[in-house]
């Protein structure tokens, strides 16, 4: 495999942003998931809506929403993208327990949604983390990767 160069350093290693203005706007969508483990308590309670601070998925969901429209501020040398649908979603698993998080992030732009789509997954794991806390200090957060993405010069992808 040959080694490729990575886009965020020049010639002489230092940090830059990359140039996209010579990119075609292009369709491009991203989704990540991610997996947040509990006790079955915990989910039971996240399920019933009936925690002290809320309803959690509601809150996950708006969270990872709100996050993936401000990825740029938090990922140094992301593009800011007008981003055109994100979306987040949730499925309850019993073995192990926990919730497994899906967000969607879509663009007609000139560079990729990845870092949004990620950034909504993590941002959705943190707030279920803090809304469940006091009850289930040992939650834990795993899988968060890319599982597809589409449009741009390299195409669709899915893990």
């Known amino acids: 495999m040959t080694a490729r160069r990575l886009s965020h350093l020049n010639e002489a290693g230092d940090a830059r942003m990359v140039d996209v203005s010579a990119k075609a706007v ?16 915990t989910l039971d309670l996240i ?13 996950a969901r708006i969270a990872g929403i709100m996050a993936a429209k401000r990825t740029a501020e938090l990922i140094p040398l992301c593009h800011p993208l007008p981003l055109a ?15 497994r998080i899906e967000a969607t992030a879509k663009v007609e732009g000139k560079t990729g949604v990845e870092m949004e789509a990620l950034t909504a997954v993590s941002v ?22 890319l599982i597809e993405k589409t449009g741009g010069r390299s195409g669709t992808i899915r893990r």
């Not at 943190?126 to 990767?145: H, N, P, Q, W």
């Open 26 to 41: 292009t369709e491009r969508s991203a989704t990540a998931e991610g997996f947040v483990s509990m006790a079955p308590a």
């Open 47 to 59: 399920l019933s809506g009936e925690t002290k601070k809320g309803d959690v998925l509601a809150a």
């Open 85 to 99: 649908q994100v979306t987040v979603d949730f499925a309850p698993s019993r073995e192990p327990a926990g919730l």
């Open 124 to 145: 959705s794991c943190l707030t279920i983390y803090d809304m469940c806390k006091a009850v289930d200090r040992e939650m834990a957060f795993s899988g968060i990767r």
